[in-house]
T-cell receptor, first 109, second 113 residues
Framework: AQRVTQPEKLLSVFKGAPVELKCNYSYSGSPELFWYVQYSRQRLQLLLRHISRESIKGFTADLNKGETSFHLKKPFAQEEDSAMYYCALYAPGFQKLVFGTGTRLLVSP | IAGITQAPTSQILAAGRRMTLRCTQDMRHNAMYWYRQDLGLGLRLIHYSNTAGTTGKGEVPDGYSVSRANTDDFPLTLASAVPSQTSVYFC????????????FGEGSRLTVL
């Protein structure tokens, strides 16, 4: 069965510090990986997906099939990055999106 | 209406009562989903519907039922609420061509006493 693991419940950094939110997955096929973000008092929204290989708000994520990881990175954190981040896996055969337990990022001034 | 609308935003409910959370989308998306969000457990799929007239069970379907009579509406019903169903419920939708890209509602906070 497909599974997404986010080992950190809370990640606290200072403004300007690098950020890496970890995500590991288990799935026997070829998954599609996503990062979703939920800012305070806002709805959950898509941040980026591995297929597009783009950088959104300075964040990037590379799919590492060997390590089954999809870590989210940003070189210099900003206070406005404080939010809840969810890694998610889409398994085409199941047509469903499976979420990890989430990591709360807190960026302090 | 723009996107996904959920109602009510918040509700306190006595255990044993019946409750329906409403979800409406105006994007003509084929697929719709209900998730519950709990601290430390993340988002867990309750039920889903890939197209009007069909529904399926997610990870935690017990105690919940859904219907999909048309494309736009996907109500979630708790037949007899229990305190463990206290949670924030999110409805989401996606088009058949955008696998994995979900559009979410603002959530419904339900407290069962």
């Amino acid at each position: 069965a497909q599974r997404v693991t986010q080992p950190e419940k809370l990640l606290s950094v200072f403004k300007g510090a690098p950020v890496e939110l970890k995500c590991n997955y288990s799935y026997s096929g070829s998954p599609e990986l996503f990062w979703y973000v939920q800012y305070s008092r806002q709805r959950l929204q898509l941040l980026l997906r591995h297929i597009s290989r783009e950088s959104i708000k300075g964040f990037t994520a590379d799919l590492n099939k060997g390590e089954t990881s999809f870590h989210l990175k940003k070189p210099f954190a900003q206070e406005e990055d404080s939010a809840m981040y969810y890694c998610a896996l889409y398994a085409p055969g199941f047509q469903k999106l499976v979420f990890g337990t989430g990591t709360r990022l807190l960026v302090s001034p | 209406i723009a996107g996904i609308t959920q109602a009510p935003t918040s509700q306190i409910l006595a255990a044993g009562r019946r409750m329906t959370l409403r979800c409406t989308q105006d994007m003509r998306h084929n697929a719709m989903y209900w998730y519950r969000q709990d601290l430390g457990l993340g988002l867990r799929l309750i039920h889903y519907s890939n197209t009007a007239g069909t529904t399926g069970k997610g990870e935690v379907p017990d105690g919940y039922s859904v219907s999909r009579a048309n494309t736009d509406d996907f109500p979630l019903t708790l037949a007899s609420a229990v305190p463990s169903q206290t949670s924030v419920y999110f409805c989401a939708s996606s088009s058949s061509g955008s696998t994995g890209e979900l559009f979410f509602g603002e959530g419904s906070r339900l407290t069962v006493l």
